[in-house]
């Protein structure tokens, strides 16, 4: 069995997630480079989870109504990391679920919010998941939800499939995702709910998922994403 890993290390050396270059250590997942490009956590709006460049009040979400309570991310969505997400998401990176998982699952528990009950990923619409033949949210709430030691609940569905988020103007998008996510026939909603998403925008996605968990039963919703745009 080592003889393999040695192997297969020899064939596939250990690489950085983000920039695929070669890593010394197959643990630390992120090349020290691409490590500073994690958001230092303190250093982020607690709403929407945009860094702040001084000063408390955020550009991003000033004048928006989140329907979750708080939110982290990762990374901003650019250069190198931008690319990596989209292996991720459109080029059948799967792999890369485990490390992005825990990256974000380190930042939730630089939150006051990290005794949430159920990690619930933001669903995909059955067609989306049939063309691309994997839910990428689904595989970063399983990573969390391993990482933090607790249960992963997909009790929210998405009814109506909608137009891709990424062409469409701010304004639009919220009209886009607008009552779209429905609770899950047969599955009991957390209280305090940590919900999953690959990446945050104008948080549309991220509010009306929030909302349909609130109007379901859920006590409080926090939001984990790998990326803010
Ligand atoms: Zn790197
Ligand atoms: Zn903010």
Known sequence: MKLFAVLLDLLFP???AVCRGRLPDEEQFLCARCREKILPAEKCCIRCGYPLSGGFSCPRCRGYDYAFSGACAVFLYQGEVRKAIRRFKYGGRTGLARPFGELMAAQVKCRAWSD????VPVPLHPERLRERGYDQALLLAQAVAKDLQLPVCSCLLRCENTASQTTLAAKARWENVRGVFCPAPGKPVP?????????????????????ALLAGGAEAVYLAVLCRS
């Open 14 to 16: 250990p690489a950085c």
């Open 116 to 119: 949430c009950d159920a990690v």
């Open 191 to 211: 209280g305090r709910v940590l919900l999953i998403d690959d990446l945050l925008t104008t948080g549309a996605t991220a509010h009306y998922a929030a909302e």
